[in-house]
C-alpha cells in the first residue's frame, strides 16, 4: 500500500530555516536612521544627540523645529517628538548615563517652550 503524503504545511520553525536574525535588525536600524536624517519634522544639527548637556541638547532641538519649514506640527510637539523616537530607538544600546541625559533634555525642552 502506498503511503498518501500529508498536507500539513511545515512549521513556522522549518520555513525559516537558514534565515538569520540580524538582516531585520540591520534593516531596522536604516530605517531608524533614515528617519532621522530625513523627517518631515525637522532638520536636525549634526550630534545633537551625543551632546553632554541636557540643555544643548533641548536648545538646539528647539532652534531645529522654530526653523523647519517642513514639520506638519507645532515646533515643541515636533522637537519633543524626535527626543522620544531617538530614545526609543536607541533602545539597549542607550546606556544608563545616556539615558539620564536625554531624559532630562526632555524636561529642558519643556522649560525651553515654557511648558514645564
Known amino acids: 500500500m ?10 513556522a520553525a522549518a520555513s525559516h530555516a537558514g534565515k538569520s536574525r540580524p538582516a531585520a535588525a540591520k534593516r531596522g536600524a536604516r530605517w531608524s536612521k533614515r528617519v532621522m536624517k530625513t523627517s518631515d519634522a525637522l532638520d536636525l544639527e549634526p550630534g545633537v544627540f551625543t551632546k553632554r548637556s541636557p540643555r544643548a541638547i533641548a536648545l538646539s ?8 519649514r517642513r514639520r506638519k506640527a ?20 542607550l546606556s544608563a548615563q545616556r539615558r539620564r541625559v536625554l531624559n532630562e533634555a526632555k ?9 514645564s
Request: aromatic share 6%; no cysteine.
Open 2 to 11: 502506498a503511503k498518501i503524503p500529508s498536507r500539513r504545511r511545515p512549521s
Open 61 to 68: 532641538l528647539k532652534r531645529s523645529a522654530q526653523a523647519s
Open 74 to 93: 507645532e515646533p515643541f510637539r515636533s522637537a519633543m517628538s524626535m527626543l522620544s523616537f531617538h530614545i526609543n530607538r536607541s533602545g539597549k544600546a
Open 107 to 115: 524636561q529642558e525642552l519643556r522649560a525651553a517652550f515654557g511648558r
